[in-house]
């Protein structure tokens, strides 16, 4: 076995070529690894088309015709209705687009006004809800929210229903009499 020694100057100029294959590995790394995301966006809109970008929620009170908003909804509820929701996401061209299942989630900024739970006509579809009106006056919002990124990512599209609670139609009479005085 031959003991080789090196001066300083083969031991600098052996690391500046070591350096600089890995920096030619590292930069070949990063061009391969954008290659691969733009392949998988590729394949990705091939397969579900183009990604969602805003979802479209609609509400339907009963008697009334349903009112449909991008991404914003206005609604009044009596104080005894309630109001299917459902959401539907698009694409920037307004198309038909899928979000990741399980990632749809309906809530309610003041659930002592506002409840808001799964439609009990279609439990199972995360796209579906049922907002109802506690009782006391006032005004919440419903959030939903879901995941446009159907890979690893997470990309959240928001959609608010502002629901104002009014009374609902008289059923009845309160009287009250004053207190009896002489004539």
């Known amino acids: 076995m031959a003991l080789v020694l090196l001066d300083s100057t083969d031991v600098a ?7 600089r294959i890995a920096d030619t590995a590292a930069a070949e790394l990063v061009v391969q690894q954008q290659r691969l995301s733009v392949e998988r966006d590729i394949l990705y809109t091939l397969r579900y088309g183009a990604p969602a970008v805003s979802l479209v929620i609609t509400a339907t009170i009963e008697g009334q015709p349903s ?3 991008k991404g914003h909804l206005m609604v009044t509820l009596k104080d005894n ?3 299917p929701l459902s959401i539907s996401a698009v694409d920037a061209k307004g198309n038909a687009a899928p979000v990741q299942d399980g990632s749809v989630v309906f809530t309610s900024s003041d659930p002592a006004l506002l409840t808001v739970g799964p439609d009990p ?10 907002a109802t009106a506690v009782g006391p006056l006032g005004a919440a919002q419903v ?6 990124d159907l890979g690893d990512g997470v990309t959240t599209l928001t959609g608010l229903v502002d629901v104002e609670i009014v009374a609902g139609q008289a059923v009845s009479l309160a009287v009250a009499a004053g207190v009896p005085v002489d004539q």
Request: overall charge neutral; aromatic content about 0%.
């Open 13 to 19: 100029a052996a690391l500046l070529q070591l350096t």
């Open 67 to 69: 009112l449909k908003g």
């Open 81 to 83: 209705q309630k109001v």
């Open 121 to 130: 006509d279609d439990a199972g579809n995360q796209l579906k809800a049922v």
């Open 143 to 148: 959030t939903v929210t879901a995941d446009a």
